[in-house]
């Protein structure tokens, strides 16, 4: 959680018809961006260096930057997200990723991983298989992280969630923030667990970045939550990415 950079995308105005899974009304592009300008000035305040990229408007979902890289401080790796509509989005970031990485590889065979299935902890690096990572992606990812030196797991993201890290995050110094059923999932062994508040469930993916947690407004108990543990925050507006299933890590690349 202790990051020099990231990588954020201006959402489309096409972003009106991004992926939901329960329809709340379409987010407006305009209102997004407003939003958008938001994070990226926390993430700055944070200490952050951000590369901010164009809209793409042929790419609803592309402001959703998590999805279609990993990154690592021994490079980067464009994944294959597992729609139909995102499967592009790798090729896009990839001259994003080759200005700011020394190395970077693509994810070989044809499976598929979405970055917001991957949760990266203090000594492994969780690979959640979902509706949009598959297990030859999964593996295939894991055999990069273990080439690269790190430990990495597959386990299964419970069913009815969308991506792994949509129902929990790392809050850092061992401490993960999750809703009930990952909590009770097993998957974080002995570590400190700060649970998310009942009829919350959305304010489980918050982004830990240096000093402070970035946690989305409209979540007072969990936000008490994780100021009780310990952790210094910062509440920031996720109305229109909502909407379309996405949250605060999904909209940057950090490293
Ligand atoms: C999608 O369904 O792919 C987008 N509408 C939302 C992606 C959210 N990304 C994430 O959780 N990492």
Known sequence: FRFTHAITRIPADSVANGIRAVDAGDPSGEK???EHGLYVTALQEAGLTVDVLPALEAFPDSCFVEDPAFCLPEGAIQLRPGTASREGEGREIRAALDARFPQVVEL?????????????LDDVILIGLSARTDREGAEAFAKILGEWGYKAEVCETPEGVLHFK???STLG?????????MADSG????????????????AANVIRVNDVVLVPEGYPKTLAAIEAAGFKTVVLPTH????????????????
């Open 32 to 34: 997004f961006r407003a």
């Open 240 to 255: 229109e990415a909502r909407k379309v299933d996405g949250g605060l890590s999904c909209l940057s690349l950090r490293f």
């Open 187 to 202: 998957f974080f062994g002995d570590r400190k667990i700060v649970q998310v508040a009942e009829g919350e469930d959305y």
């Open 108 to 120: 070989p065979g044809t499976g598929h991983v979405d970055g917001g299935d991957v949760l990266m």
């Open 173 to 181: 110094d061992n401490v993960i923030l999750a809703t009930k059923v």
């Open 166 to 168: 949509t129902a929990c």
